[in-house]
């Protein structure tokens, strides 16, 4: 298998993309081109922002062809065609082939939130210390167990035990704290995303961990909720005070994470009329932000 490098402005990437899938490519991705430099540029915007541009500036389009003279066929080929004014031809060279899905799979192994609490996907089993365990293997959505904000919002569950409580988790994602908050004693658990493709992630993973959930999009969460989790951006966090603080039960906790260190006056500022958050827990320049209403 041999893989085709090229560089490309952003309004040739479409058509480019287009041509080599016509001329037998087997993928075409794209990449940032300047990715991890200073000139490297947001593509997505936060949840509920319209993103800052439509694609990257300076594109990296990788394509794979199963032989040599397929993809120096197709360099000849787009070399003759106008839209490839401006394009280079960064290399062509041979990739060894790869059991795709042991070599995914090789790449998650268990995650230990506390001694005792883990998140293992399906093609593992838990360790032998593991007294609570959440099956999740990747996805589409947001909620691994790697990322720190997860793994904090996990720990504070682990520690805050929800037993016969009425949580609810507002931005899903895929899941893993509404799966947390039931494997740890809630008695009633919504789990609501703006992202219909979230919403089907976490019902699907709430039925790989035999728990009961109550899934949909963000208008199904009715009433007040004992423990209120919120694991997104800081901006939507900041839009979504009054919200989210209207969830909460009297005597019920917010938790809210997604949140920079450097964003931290910003939350307390907008979450002040409506109740005083407070750091209760830090990673890797992450906090997590929590309440008693």
Known sequence: MFELRLLCAEAQVESLGDALEALDALSVSVEDADAQTDAEQALFGEPGLPPPREGWQRSRVLALFQRR??????????????????????????????????????????????????????????????????????????????????????????????????VLDYGCGSGILAIGAAKFGASEVDAVDIDEAAVRATQDNAQANDVTLRTGLPDMAKGRYQTVLANILATPLKVLAPLLCGHVAPGGALVLAGILERQEDELRQAYAPHARLEVSDREDGWILMTARL
Do not use: Y
């Open 69 to 166: 003279e397929q993809a120096e066929d197709a360099v000849r080929l787009l070399q003759a065609q106008d839209f490839f004014a401006g394009c280079k031809v960064l290399g062509l060279e041979e990739v060894q082939e790869q059991d795709w899905v042991r070599l995914t799979q090789s790449q998650f192994a268990p995650v230990d939130i506390t001694p005792h609490f883990w998140i293992v996907p399906s093609w593992h089993e838990p360790p032998a210390q593991a007294k609570q365990v959440i099956r999740l293997d990747p996805g589409l959505a947001f909620g691994t167990g790697t990322h720190p904000t997860t793994r904090m919002c996990l720990r504070w569950i682990a520690r805050n035990p929800p037993r016969a409580q009425r």
